[in-house]
Structures are given as C-alpha cells and as structure tokens.
C-alpha cells in the first residue's frame, strides 16, 4: 500500500444555473512533503463545512487503480488522479476491504477510516457532467474520508501502514450498497447502526430508515 499523489487546494468560484457558487473540488498536486492538521492538509480548505470537511472528514482518499474503470465505462470524460477532489490518491486499499475505525500510519501521521463519499452536484460541475454523480454512486467506487488521529508529516511515495484494522468489520462498501443497492437490506441496516466507529449523524439516519421498514 502505498502513497501515490498529494492534492490540496482553496475554494474558488464557478457558474453553475446562473449562480456563482464556491467549490473546494479543484486540486493541484503537491510534489513535496506536506502537513497533515486536524481538520485538513495544509493549503487545503473545504467551501462548504455543513457536507465537506471537518473532524471526521479531514482528508478524502480515492484509489489509484479505479481510473482505468471509469476510464473505460466513461472514454467520454477525461480522467487523472485528483479529478474526483481527492487529497490522497493511494494504491492498494479497496472500499470492499477498508473498515470503518482502521487506522493507518503514513508518514509520521496517522489517519483512521470514517465513511464514504457521498458526491453532491459539485462533482458535476467538476467534470462538465451531471450524469457522473450516478455513475459514481453506482459503480460503488466511492473512495473514503479520515480522520487525524495524529498529526503528521507525509510525502508522496510514502507507505501506507495498516496499524490498526476494526474487528466489527463495517466496510466502506457496506455502507455505499446502503444508499445503492441494498436500502432495504434490514441487516445490514442493523449492522451499520451498531458499529462501534460509525459516526452517530450516519447511526441516527440508518436507524430512521430500519424503522420505516418495521
């Protein structure tokens, strides 16, 4: 597991339905060591702190090896590592095997796994295409948030070091097949509400939703 790209970068302003609106998606990649704070990386900000950013979503990762999918379902859009407003683009770690509560060393951070992401209409705007919000959703590729547990130092390059792997065994897939295939899926539902690291904002709207099915 490794380390791959670092991208940060400050919100700016974009048309979109004749309204000027502020997005922090856009990225540059950094090529040399950066800082990991609390609530970001250094040079990054999030426009928008009620769906983006904060404690449990500091940092957003995405997996390197999911670009030849999407390049291959969609050769119409062009796709690059940090195109989906990623901070870290990684090898290695795949939502169908990463847990909620896994902690893992890079640099001389640590950063423990929190949710997926849930993409609103400013990936849309980012790729010129609001179809891809679907497809994203869909193709069950969501890439995943951290949390600092330790603030550090990293670099491109660097390993990724599982240091801690949850035993309730919550993945981030679990919890995307909830909002896709599987809203209805009563265990599942149940899981999700009872494990320990899952954040309580995400117990709370499972729970609403096992009691509409009961």
């Known amino acids: 597991m490794q380390l791959k790209s670092i991208f940060v970068g400050k919100p700016k302003e974009v ?26 990386l250094e040079g990054d900000k999030q426009a928008d702190l009620t769906v983006h950013g904060g404690e449990n979503k500091a940092v957003y990762a995405y997996p390197v090896e999911h670009y030849e999918f999407w390049k291959k379902i969609r050769p119409d859009l062009q796709f690059e590592p940090g195109v989906f407003g990623e901070n870290l683009s990684v090898s290695g770690l795949f939502e169908g095997e990463v847990n909620v509560g896994d902690q893992y060393k890079i640099g001389t951070a640590v950063l423990s796994v929190t949710t997926p992401r849930l ?14 919000i679907k497809d994203f959703m869909d193709a069950e590729r969501s890439g995943f948030y951290f949390k600092v547990i330790k603030e550090g130092v990293i670099n491109p390059g660097d390993k990724i070091e599982l240091i801690h792997q949850d035993s309730y065994g919550l993945t981030i897939c679990d919890l995307v097949k909830l909002h896709t ?18 954040q309580d904002d995400w117990k709370e709207k499972f729970a609403e939703k096992l009691n509409e099915l009961n």
Request: overall charge positive; glycine content about 6%.
């Open 15 to 40: 048309m979109y339905n004749g309204k000027i609106i502020s997005t922090g998606i856009f990225k540059n990649e950094i090529s040399g060591a950066v800082k990991v704070n609390k609530y970001n």
């Open 181 to 198: 295939t599987e809203k209805t899926n009563s265990e599942l539902l149940l899981k999700a509400i009872e494990a320990p690291e899952l």
């Open 119 to 132: 993409p609103c209409f400013k990936l849309g705007i980012r790729m010129n295409d609001t179809k891809i």
